[in-house]
């Protein structure tokens, strides 16, 4: 069966500081990959998504990078945090015939 | 473009009693729907969803939703609500034809349901 996993599981970073969290897919090949971000318990925001290795799409404008160096792996990272990147981070990954998402446990950053 | 709207921020009900989270959307072509439920500090997890066929899906946990399509909809539904049901829940839609071949989903904003012993 495939399992997603996501770490880690929570973060304190302080402002200006660099950012680098890992999502892994076992299980499958060709997943596509997308990285999340929930503000305040809420809404999700799509940042990121890869439908393979190096290509990344962005849907919006910000502080962060993606990449993803190979088949079943997706980074999240920035140069120099900001305050506006606090948030809930989730790794998503879709089979390539693609009907539900699967989720991976997130990552709480705060940065302080 | 596609989009979902879950109208209500937050639903209360008393345990027992039936409980129905409301979800529209709007696609261009024919929708994908699903429905994921999150535990706080949690990632979101599979319910259940609609690709084609019979309108009324059965998914985890005895939840079920019903697809309408000339109301444009796909509300969540469960006969007998538990204090364990309690979560925030999301809908999401994807167009058959997505960009790119990203098959992205969009999602609602949430609803909060809270079960009341």
């Known amino acids: 069966s495939q399992t997603i996993h996501q770490w880690p599981a929570t973060l304190v970073q302080p402002v200006g500081s660099p950012l680098s969290l890992e999502c892994t897919v076992e299980?499958?090949?060709?997943?596509?990959l997308y990285w999340y971000r929930q503000a305040a318990g809420r809404g999700l925001q799509l940042l990121f998504y890869s439908v393979g290795i190096g290509q990344i799409s962005s849907e919006v404008p910000q502080n962060l990078s993606a990449s993803r160096p190979q088949d079943r792996q997706f980074i999240l990272s920035s140069k120099k945090l900001l305050l506006s990147d606090s948030g809930f981070y989730l790794c998503?990954?879709?089979?390539?015939?693609?009907?539900?998402?699967?989720f991976g446990q997130g990552t709480r950053l705060t940065v302080v | 473009a596609q989009s979902v709207a879950q109208p209500e921020d937050q639903v209360n009900v008393a345990e027992g009693n039936p409980l129905t989270v409301k979800c529209t959307y709007s696609?261009?072509?024919?929708?994908?729907l699903f429905w994921y439920v999150q535990y706080p500090n949690r990632g979101l997890q599979f319910l259940l969803k609609?690709?084609?066929?019979?309108?009324l899906v059965k998914g985890s946990y005895g939840f079920e939703a019903e697809f309408n399509k000339s109301q444009t909809s796909f509300h969540l539904k469960k006969p007998s609500a538990l204090v364990s049901d309690s979560a925030l829940y999301f809908c999401a839609v994807r167009d058959v034809f997505s960009k790119a071949g990203s098959y992205q989903l969009t999602f609602g904003k949430g609803t909060k349901l809270s079960v009341i012993p």
């Open positions: 696609v261009s072509g024919n929708p994908y």
């Open positions: 998503a990954w879709t089979p390539r015939e693609n009907t539900e998402a699967f």
């Open positions: 299980g499958t090949s060709n997943p596509n």
């Open positions: 609609y690709i084609t066929g019979d309108n």
